[in-house]
């Protein structure tokens, strides 16, 4: 049995201790992970670096997504959370973006307890429980930011969500200073998705067959376009949405179909993250097994740098 005295000890220790943390929060935070404060800004310059080295071939994706979550972080008062709906085939980067910006936002990246990543076909796979589904996302969502105001919330898979589940969270996304005592204008919602990715390639092709460089597409050529083809695409996870309906989707974010060099850049990004020195003939090894469209142009790789880790285990020998 423990002596009277240790015991007394102990908890005037535990209680000494508890006191230092709480009004030390800098030195806890050290070691717990914490909120970002309400004063909290992104680093602007470190995550354009992020982007510019490791995302290939998507000016248009880069140069919105950054400028949307800068003026986001740099505003003291938005009047809504940041809303961003990521589009195109698989591969081209949109899983990779979002990771990069919840790393910037917590260090901790997909692993913080204030980013949650949402699977439709892990987290909501059945039709006939979508009322559920509602239910369980808004009490996860209010939770959440209401334990941190700058929480982050990644809904992968969106062309597999049911109709209308997503409809579930519009007050959240909505012009409103409060919902029932919370406030949701400091957090930020991303939606990944495959569809539209067929509007955006022919967008690009076309730009292609006019003679026209990819890096002239704007987001004003595809925006519009893509809005409407996935407001009107029962596949979409947006299908006649509200969302889309009461525009608070603030941006819908195209990424463009890779090219032969862009597959390079990936394959010699990833060697360098292996540690290897850049060898060109296992690059071009590399491109060389991937495979692209038009039949006849070859011009787009139709899984964009998805497969290029896989590709390069089976060249590690070389």
């Known amino acids: 049995a423990l002596e009277p005295l240790s015991v007394g000890l102990a908890i005037g220790i535990a209680s000494a201790l508890t006191g230092y943390l709480s009004s030390n929060p800098r030195f806890y935070c050290n070691y717990v992970e914490c909120c970002p404060s309400a004063g909290h800004r992104l680093n602007a310059s470190a995550l354009k670096e992020r982007l510019d080295a490791r995302l290939f071939g998507q000016h248009l994706a880069k140069d919105v997504v950054l400028k949307a979550v800068m003026g986001f972080s740099n505003n003291p008062s938005p009047k809504k959370p940041l809303t961003l709906s990521l589009h195109g085939w698989a591969g081209t980067g949109k899983n990779f973006l979002s990771q990069i910006l919840a790393e910037h936002v917590h260090p901790a990246g997909l692993r913080s307890k204030f980013v949650h990543l949402f699977l439709a076909t892990l987290h909501f796979p059945h039709q006939d429980k979508v009322k559920q589904y509602k239910e369980q996302l808004q009490n996860w969502i209010q939770g959440n930011v209401s334990a941190c105001p700058h929480s982050v919330f990644i809904f992968d898979e969106m062309d597999k969500m049911h109709p209308g589940l997503m409809d579930a969270i519009k007050p959240f996304l909505d012009y409103y200073e409060e919902v029932d005592?919370?406030?949701?204008?400091?957090?930020?919602?991303?939606?990944?998705?495959?569809?539209?990715?067929?509007?955006?390639?022919?967008?690009?092709?076309?730009?292609?067959?006019?003679?026209?460089?990819?890096?002239?597409?704007?987001?004003k050529d595809l925006e519009p376009m893509l809005s409407v083809g996935v407001f009107n695409n029962k596949n979409s996870g947006l299908w006649h949405s509200s969302l889309i309906d009461r525009n608070l989707i603030d941006y819908f974010v195209p990424f463009l179909p890779l090219e032969h060099k862009h597959v390079k850049m990936c394959v010699?990004?990833?060697?360098?993250?292996?540690?290897?020195?850049?060898?060109?003939q296992v690059v071009q090894a590399v491109a060389d097994e991937m495979t692209f469209f038009p039949k006849e142009q070859k011009i787009y790789s139709d899984k964009g740098c998805k497969t290029v880790q896989a590709k390069l285990d089976i060249h590690e020998d070389i």
């Open 268 to 280: 010699r990004a990833e060697m360098t993250a292996r540690g290897y020195a850049v060898d060109e």
């Open 181 to 219: 005592g919370v406030s949701y204008r400091k957090a930020i919602f991303i939606f990944l998705s495959n569809a539209g990715g067929d509007l955006i390639n022919k967008a690009a092709l076309d730009f292609w067959s006019s003679g026209k460089s990819r890096e002239e597409i704007q987001l």
